[in-house]
Each structure stands twice: as structure tokens, then as C-alpha cells.
């Protein structure tokens, strides 16, 4: 479990206003970023995400849950969370509950989700005011809905699915927390596939009232997070 610490040295993740030009540490890209290590260190999305990943497209085909929620605590907590991988686990784990339920979604179409994912980028809910996790969500269902950018209803739909769970991460409040955005995201999911396309998946096993990730979140929001135990009757955390 990787959470706002350098892959390389464990440091802490300085996160800039402006963006300065790096060299990743592994593949040698030269780039721009805002977010390197204190020591200076830098992994672009690809190299940073390669090891999580790789865990996700091995565990994904046999799973057999049909939870989004569930599948999502699963994935995060076996595959580990670094580099932009949150977003990829958001899209994998709606699409898999869904074939797992029914199967109108086929393997194929997982590793679709999967690929459209892994090009959402790290860091954009602060940079450019749109959450992966929540972009994921609409990735999800846009594969359902078979969106393309000429699609008309089908291209609607999915991006207001990205909207609304972007307004679910926005009222989360920060700092950012990419375990915390999966689950928002995730639930909210799960109520849009029951109001607007008749999917009820089965109640989830999954506890989100007592977060077993904020002993790896060094940025972790304490009682700010409606993942916090002490939340334990707030409304958002009622499973899906």
C-alpha cells in the first residue's frame, strides 16, 4: 500500500503549484509535473502504477463478487494504491460487479475500462478540478451505454454520471485521499445504476465506517473524513 509517499525513497510527496521538468526515475521520460518527492524524485504514471496494475489485470478475471464496493476495497487493499491506479480500480471494479451480476458486460469490455483508465492521469483533481476517480465512474458508464463521441443520449448520460460523482469528491473536501474518492465514487454509482438503469447490485460486506487505509494516508484527514468511525451514522457510509 502506496499512499502520498515516494516510490522510490518513501519520502514525502510535495505537491507544487507550478510545474517543473523531471526525468522519471525508471523509464528516463523527460516531462513536466507538479508533483515530485522532497528528495526529488519522480515516476511518471505509467512506471508508477506498472506493479498495482499488474495485480489489478491478474486478480480482476477471477473475482466474483458483484459489488462495486466491495470489489473496490478488495482490489485496494491486495493491489495497493500508487500512481494514478485508483482511477483504473474505480472503472474495473463497477464494469467486473456488473458482469459478475448479469453479464452485459463482457470480459472485453473490462479490459476496455481498464486500458480508458490507465490514460486518466495522477494528480488532476487539484490540477485541473476534475477527479480521476470521478472521470472513472463516467469511463464505466459510458462502456455500458456504448458512448462514443458521436453518440447522442448514451454521450449525455455518461457525462453527467462524471459530473455528479466529480460534486460527490468535490464535497468530500481535501486534502485529497484516493481511497476516500474510490468509495464516494463507487457508491454513488451504485444509487445512478439503480435510479436510471434498473441495476440493484447485492448489499455490500464491505465496512467503510472504520478506514483501514488512514494509518497508510500520512495526509489523512482524521475526523474531517466521512470514512472516520466516528461518522459511523452519517448517511453517505448506508450500504449500497
Do not use: Q
Not at 11 to 26: A, F, M, T, Y
Not at 62 to 80: Q, Y
Not at 186 to 206: C, D, H, Q
Amino acid at each position: 500500500m502506496i499512499a502520498g509517499r515516494c516510490l522510490v525513497c518513501g519520502g514525502k510527496l510535495i505537491d507544487h503549484v507550478n510545474s517543473i521538468e523531471v526525468r522519471c526515475e525508471k523509464c528516463n521520460k523527460i516531462t513536466r509535473t507538479n508533483i515530485v518527492c522532497e528528495n526529488n524524485h519522480y515516476l511518471c504514471d505509467r512506471c508508477a502504477h506498472e506493479e498495482v496494475l499488474s495485480k489489478i489485470n491478474k486478480m480482476v478475471p477471477v473475482m466474483t463478487s458483484a459489488n462495486p464496493i466491495d470489489i473496490g476495497e478488495e482490489l485496494m487493499m491486495k493491489c495497493g494504491i500508487s500512481g494514478n491506479s485508483p482511477h483504473v480500480i474505480v472503472t474495473a471494479a463497477f464494469l467486473t460487479a456488473i458482469k459478475n451480476l448479469n453479464g452485459s458486460v463482457t470480459d472485453d469490455e473490462v479490459l476496455e475500462g481498464i486500458f480508458r483508465a490507465t490514460e486518466i492521469p495522477g494528480g488532476w483533481c487539484g490540477y485541473y478540478g476534475a477527479c480521476g476517480a470521478g472521470i472513472a465512474l463516467g469511463t464505466a458508464f459510458s462502456i455500458i451505454k456504448k458512448a462514443t463521441p458521436m453518440s447522442d443520449t448514451e454521450r449525455s448520460f455518461a457525462n453527467e454520471v462524471t459530473s455528479g460523482a466529480l460534486k460527490c469528491v468535490a464535497e468530500l473536501g481535501g486534502p485529497r485521499c484516493c481511497a476516500s474518492s474510490v468509495r464516494r465514487v463507487l457508491s454513488y454509482g451504485v444509487e445512478i445504476a439503480k435510479e436510471e438503469l434498473g441495476i440493484e447490485f447485492p448489499k455490500a460486506e464491505s465496512d467503510l465506517t472504520d478506514c483501514w487505509t488512514r494509518k497508510f494516508n500520512p495526509d489523512c484527514k482524521g475526523i474531517k473524513c466521512i470514512y472516520n468511525p466516528i461518522h459511523k451514522t452519517d448517511k453517505n457510509l448506508e450500504m449500497a
